[in-house]
């Protein structure tokens, strides 16, 4: 009979047939991995615990795109187009905005209306404010240049509420009346003021100031 091979003489692993899986352990840090698909298929599951230092992913063959999915810390990516030459866009935004991005001013606002009025009530628009965006009122200001109104008042409406922050009574014609304030209107928040007592084709002048900021 005979003998049987020596089977410690193998260097390497060969599976049992028909199996074509083995596991292998690796309790070493480990500095490269290469993997490569089940003959026939070009997709495979990849686990791996220990820490890596490099992943090289390419797409399946025919498709230039794939799912990636890393739950360990990253400390760098890199991304390349399809092709030289190709042009890709990318969109980063913060989880938590810096102090001076939330006071970052995008645009001064500077409103301003002339009006000629009707007898009795009128109320005037200046303004809404911009989706996701924020108005700082810091000032207004109005005068009705002809006659005497009784009263006018500058006032935020937020699609329910009307909220007073500015009133004005025993108006005499061509008096400038001002107020500085720090008011905070939030997207499509509309700054208005309501005139009182009005003589028919008064003109009547309503300004505010501030600047525009993103709302996070």
């Known amino acids: 009979m005979a003998k049987e091979p020596d089977q410690t003489r193998w260097v390497g692993i060969r599976p ?7 596991p292998v352990t690796e309790s070493a840090p480990l500095t490269n991995i290469q ?7 070009a997709n495979f599951p990849v686990t791996e615990s220990a820490p890596l230092t490099n992943i090289q992913v390419e797409p399946k063959p025919g498709s230039a795109n794939f799912p990636v999915t890393e739950s360990a810390p990253l400390t760098q990516i890199k991304v390349e187009p399809l092709a030289v030459g190709t042009e890709f866009k990318t969109l980063t935004k913060k989880r938590t905005p810096a102090i001076a991005d939330l006071q970052a001013i995008e645009t001064p606002v500077q409103l301003y209306d002339m009006t000629l009025a009707v007898a009795g009530y009128n109320f005037i628009t200046l303004g809404e404010v911009p989706a996701n965006k924020l108005w700082v009122v810091t000032s207004v200001a109005c005068y009705c240049s002809n006659n005497n109104p ?3 008042t500058a006032r935020v409406y937020n699609g329910t509420n009307l909220i007073i922050f500015f009133n004005q009574t025993g108006i005499v014609g061509n008096d400038v009346y001002t107020q500085v304030c720090n008011i905070i209107l939030n997207p499509e928040d509309e700054l208005r003021f309501y005139w009182v007592g ?3 084709f008064d003109p009547l002048y309503s300004m505010a100031f501030g600047y525009q900021i993103a709302k996070y």
């Not at 993997?35 to 298929?41: H, M």
């Open 16 to 22: 049992t047939d028909p199996s074509e899986n083995i």
């Open 198 to 200: 009005c003589v028919a």
């Open 150 to 152: 009784s009263s006018v």
């Open 35 to 41: 993997v490569e698909p089940k003959p026939g298929s």
